[in-house]
T-cell receptor, first 111, second 114 residues
Framework: GENVEQHPSTLSVQEGDSAVIKCTYSDSASNYFPWYKQELGKGPQLIIDIRSNVGEKKDQRIAVTLNKTAKHFSLHITETQPEDSAVYFCAAFHSNYQLIWGAGTKLIIKP | DTAVSQTPKYLVTQMGNDKSIKCEQN?????MYWYKQDSKKFLKIMFSYNNKELIINETVPNRFSPKSPDKAHLNLHINSLELGDSAVYFC?????????????FGPGTRLTVL
């Protein structure tokens, strides 16, 4: 069935450095790829998304890139800050109208 | 004015009991979801309702029964609770299941079965 793989499962970076989280998907019909951030004790919240007709999208310190040919997309966070510490999920909108979720990446920002 | 609210936030109960979790959204969305998040943080879709109609029903034991009295509410009733049901349950909503777009999540209900 449809699958989204996410790596790494844990990422530890020094404050101020960049963080990159990568996802691959299997359904070539997927056309929408959101990224969610889940802070401790809260529900996931959308931080950025990209549609299949776009290769890159930026919003201040975060950016997402999409390679449709290779079926992978990545989240880039620059100048990381302590408040970026959270679990990040990628997802792909499947052709059966479901979001298929990655397993999550725990991002730790070291002071 | 919370967009998606769930009650209770914490639920501790004994094996074999029956319990319910309530969810309400005030966003005017047509679609609501229940997710289960296990201890490893993996998010698993359980059910989705669109305008009170069940549209997604993943492989979930039939001890779990969702009920949608209207499109703003989606409740989850669980019979004969088991240890493996311990998890955080999230309710979410979105505008429409057939279009891409943001899902808005509630704060979660942490269920502990003893």
């Amino acid at each position: 069935g449809e699958n989204v793989e996410q790596h790494p499962s844990t990422l530890s970076v020094q404050e101020g450095d960049s963080a990159v989280i990568k996802c691959t998907y299997s359904d070539s019909a997927s056309n929408y790829f959101p990224w969610y951030k889940q802070e401790l004790g809260k529900g996931p919240q959308l931080i950025i998304d990209i549609r299949s007709n776009v290769g890159e999208k930026k919003d201040q310190r975060i950016a997402v890139t999409l390679n449709k040919t290779a079926k992978h997309f990545s989240l880039h966070i620059t100048e990381t800050q302590p408040e970026d510490s959270a679990v990040y999920f990628c997802a792909a909108f499947h052709s059966n109208y479901q979001l298929i979720w990655g397993a999550g990446t725990k991002l730790i920002i070291k002071p | 004015d919370t967009a998606v609210s769930q009650t209770p936030k914490y639920l501790v109960t004994q094996m074999g009991n029956d319990k319910s979790i309530k969810c309400e959204q005030n966003l005017g969305h047509d679609t609501m979801y229940w997710y289960k998040q296990d201890s490893k943080k993996f998010l698993k879709i359980m059910f989705s309702y669109n305008n009170k109609e069940l549209i997604i029903n993943e492989t979930v034991p039939n001890r779990f029964s969702p009920k949608s009295p209207d499109k703003a509410h989606l409740n989850l009733h669980i019979n004969s609770l088991e240890l493996g049901d311990s998890a955080v349950y999230f309710c979410a909503s979105s505008v429409n299941p057939r279009t891409t777009g943001e899902q808005f999540f509630g704060p979660g209900t942490r269920l502990t079965v003893l």
